[in-house]
């Protein structure tokens, strides 16, 4: 074959996130690759990460001079006329438009998600050439003492749950006196409907790397270790694979490179650690029990893991989408980040829309947003087309929203002021089918599975709480027994060592309060039947 130019390689790109992979997108980047071979065109395929539109995936995507041309849910059997269709500049039935301008895309505001989808995930050279390690550059170029001074102009927040601001939790473990820190990102992504971190992991593990690599040389740990659930085998996969080239690159490792190549003198080492896969292993401390190689039950606080975490030293613990955010900061300035968003909660959030929902997937936006445009707007409504009855927000510990709180802004305070939660940023719909007596007893019972035992509201308390609901469900003193779940809620929440115990009480009350219907006696709930 003679050498192609530029412009005749055909470059197409197929997604290697989980999403795609669980609908068969290996086997169709190899009908792919065998049918340009057959047709002797030169290609490029590129197994990028997801864009974040689910219903989409496999979403198969060719350069144009335009821009890349999608084609949505493509088969390993669509590829001969695909490939017809792609080689002879036809129209095809899977053809989606410019993916850039499919509403659901075009709407967002990427900052930490800007790569994803577009990169080659394994490639530092696309990684550098769309923006990454300037955040490194800017960073060294300031200092740590100001690059913790912009994490914490930029308003940056916790994305893990809490929402503590990430710039205190950065000083707070830089001013501890220590031979030794850490830097601990958390992975282990447990709340129902989020995928954010995999996506991260599949789709731009290079920014993980350089997020938590600008946190190590700011609070001067030169450990950093990446806490990641046994489930996401591709993503394990996929950041061992980066942090590798990173170590070759030397942007990893005893004397990492600045931007004019030359080392900075600075170290920074970065490890994987896989955790089982316990739902209170995503809790800070149980994480660095876990990680230390204990059982993971949660330490009681104080000490705060900032003065005394991993092996007992200082330690920063982020969650991913946190430490994702930082590069960007860094390199486009902590004003830029804080001109996004409202109130106290600054930037933007990667939302993840799951459940029964027409358009489901990674939707970042600036905070502000309302529940309402979330579910109606950019999710479509229900994929089974029936009204939608209820949402949860913020994982297995999050509360129901029903359509009257739709106008809730997507924001920490506004969440909390409705009792309720953004967590990661999950947010699963429910249609008129949903049973929320059923979602109540869920609630309790997942405490009880995943508790850690420590303290008794939770351990004990949500089990009582399940035998109390079905108790309610099979109509005995249905009155009484909804009373007792009520106090049994109140003491979890303010008893329980950590909100694994302290927020399961959550989406229980809020079930009760939003769709009392569903917690009538069991005569008058056969009635309304
Ligand atoms: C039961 C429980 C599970 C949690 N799971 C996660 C998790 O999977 N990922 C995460 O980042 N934070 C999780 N958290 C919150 C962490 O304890 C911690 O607040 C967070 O990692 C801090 O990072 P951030 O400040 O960047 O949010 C969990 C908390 C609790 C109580
Ligand atoms: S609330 Fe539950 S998970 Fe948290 S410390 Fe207590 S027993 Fe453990």
Redesign the pocket.
């Known amino acids: 074959m003679s050498e192609a130019s530029a412009a005749d390689i055909l470059t197409l790109y197929v997604p290697r996130d989980s999403a795609a992979l669980a609908v068969g997108a290996d086997d169709v980047a190899a009908a792919i690759a065998s049918a340009a071979q057959r047709a002797g065109r030169p290609f490029r395929l590129v197994r990028n990460g997801s864009r974040g539109m689910h219903w989409l995936e496999p979403l198969v995507e060719v350069a144009t001079p335009a821009g890349r041309v999608g084609y949505g849910g493509v088969t390993a059997e669509d590829v001969p006329s695909l490939m017809a269709a792609i080689l002879g500049g036809t129209s095809h039935m899977l053809d989606v438009g410019l993916v850039e301008e499919i509403p659901f895309l075009a709407r967002q505001q990427r900052l930490t998600f800007r790569r994803c989808g577009i990169t080659d995930p394994l490639s530092i050279e696309d990684y550098c050439t769309h923006g990454g390690y300037q955040g490194l550059a800017r960073s060294l170029e300031i200092g740590a003492a100001d690059t913790i001074e912009q994490v914490l102009r930029s308003g940056l ?8 601001p ?1 710039g205190i ?1 950065w000083r707070g473990a830089a001013m501890a006196k220590a031979d030794q820190r850490y830097v601990v990102c ?6 129902s409907g989020t995928f954010a ?1 995999r996506m991260v992991m599949e789709g731009d593990p290079f920014c993980l790397i350089e997020g938590m690599t600008i946190a190590g040389l700011a609070i001067d740990a030169t450990i950093g270790m990446v806490y990641i659930r046994s489930e996401y085998p591709h993503a394990i996969e996929m950041l061992q694979a980066a942090i590798d080239t990173a170590y070759r690159e030397r942007l990893l490792g005893e004397d990492i490179v600045g931007a004019d190549g030359v080392g900075t003198g600075r170290r920074f080492d970065l490890e994987i650690r896989v955790g089982a896969g316990a ?2 292993c ?4 149980s ?1 660095l029990e876990s990680i230390e190689g204990k059982r993971g039950q ?1 330490r009681a606080k104080p000490p705060l893991p900032v003065h005394e975490g991993l092996w007992g030293k200082p330690t920063v ?7 994702a955010s930082v590069p960007v900061i860094l390199s486009e300035g902590a004003e830029a980040y804080r001109d996004f968003g409202m109130g106290r909660s600054r930037g933007t959030m990667p939302i993840q829309l799951a459940g029964n929902l027409k358009f489901t997937g990674l939707f970042e936006t600036a905070f502000g947003i309302t529940l309402g445009e979330l579910v109606d707007d950019v999710g479509g409504g229900t994929a089974s087309g029936r009204e939608v009855r209820a949402v949860q927000c913020g994982g297995p ?1 999050g509360a129901y929203f029903p359509r009257a709180l739709f106008d809730t802004p997507f924001d920490y305070e506004a969440f909390a002021g409705r009792d309720g939660l953004i967590g ?1 940023g999950g947010i699963v719909v429910f249609d008129d089918s949903v049973d929320m007596l059923k979602q109540a007893r869920f609630a309790m019972e997942f405490c009880a599975i ?1 508790s850690c035992s420590k303290c008794t509201p939770c351990r004990i308390g949500s089990t009582r709480g399940v035998e109390t609901l079905d108790k309610v469900a099979r109509g005995e003193n249905v009155a009484a027994n909804l009373v007792l779940v009520h106090d049994l809620c109140e003491t979890m929440k303010y008893g329980s060592l ?3 115990g ?2 399961a009480p959550y989406p229980v009350q809020s079930a009760m309060n939003h769709f009392p219907e569903d917690f009538a006696p069991a005569p008058l709930r056969v009635a309304a039947e």
Not at 157 to 162: D, L, M, Q, S
Not at 317 to 323: A, K, M, P, S
């Open positions: 927040r916790g994305r893990g749950g809490a929402g503590f990430t939790k958390n992975a282990d992504e447990g709340d971190d739902y209170v995503g809790e800070e401390t994480l949660v613990i982020n969650n991913l989408v946190t430490l510990l990661h995943e950590c909100a694994l302290g927020f």
